[in-house]
C-alpha cells in the first residue's frame, strides 16, 4: 500500500496511526482504572470481596503490561504528527512553537518551568498569571496555544474554570495541573473538557512534552 503525506508531514501507511492512537488512548485510562482498584483491595481487605479484588487487580496489572509492550513496538506520536508535526527522535515537535498560558501561583514552580521553555526551541512563549481574572484579561487580548490550570487558585476552582473556558474558548486545550493525585480528580478534569492531567513535581522535561501533547488534543496523564 501506497503512503500519503499529509500537509504536516504526517506518514499514513495503513492502520498504523489508529493502532497508535488506540494503545496511547487505552493506557491513559487505564491510570486511573488501576488507582481505583489499588483502593477497592484495600477497603475489601479482610472481606469476602477482597479474593475478587485481588484477581481483579492482577487482570489490570497484566493488561497494562501487555499495552506498554504493544506501546514498545508501535510507539504513541509516530503517525500523529497532524497537529503536533515531526517527531525528532521520541520527542514530539509542534508544527510551530507553542505559546503558553499557565494559570498558576505558585511563582517558584512557574518561573521554573519557563526558564525550561525558554531554551526549548518548542517553545515560542510561556506566560504566567496568578488568578483566575488574569487570565480572563490575558484571553481577552491573546490567544495561546495551550491552557494549563493549576486545581486551586486563590479567586476560582480549576476545574470550573476549566468548564468555563472550555466553553468561551473551545478550540483552545486546556490541561489541570496539580499537587495532588487521585482518580476522582483525573475524572473530573475529563468531564470538565481538559485535554490533560499534570502533576506537580513531575520532571520538568517530562511536563513541557505533555504541554506539548496537551496541544495535540486526546488525552495525556503525567505523574510525577
Known sequence: MCA??????RTMGGATDDVTTLLHELRNRLMPM????????HLAAGTAL??????????MQDLAQ?????????PVGEGAEQRTGMQK???LMPVTPLHVLLVDDN?????????????????ASM????????????L??????????????PDADGIALCVALRERYPTVPVAILSGTFDAILVDESRVAGAAGFIAKGSDPHATLEAFVAVSRGGWTTLLP
Open 4 to 9: 500519503v503525506t499529509w500537509r504536516h508531514g
Open 34 to 41: 488501576q488507582l481505583r482498584v489499588d483502593a477497592g483491595r
Open 50 to 59: 477482597e479474593p475478587l479484588m485481588v484477581s481483579l487487580q492482577a487482570s
Open 66 to 74: 501487555w499495552v506498554d509492550a504493544k506501546q514498545r513496538v508501535n
Open 89 to 91: 527522535g521520541h520527542i
Open 107 to 123: 511563582d517558584m514552580l512557574a518561573s521554573a518551568l519557563c526558564d525550561f521553555a525558554s531554551g526549548d526551541p518548542r517553545f
Open 127 to 138: 506566560r504566567q498569571v496568578r488568578c483566575a481574572a488574569d487570565a480572563w484579561e490575558y
Open 140 to 153: 481577552s487580548s491573546y490567544a495561546p496555544d495551550v491552557v494549563v490550570l493549576d486545581v486551586h487558585l
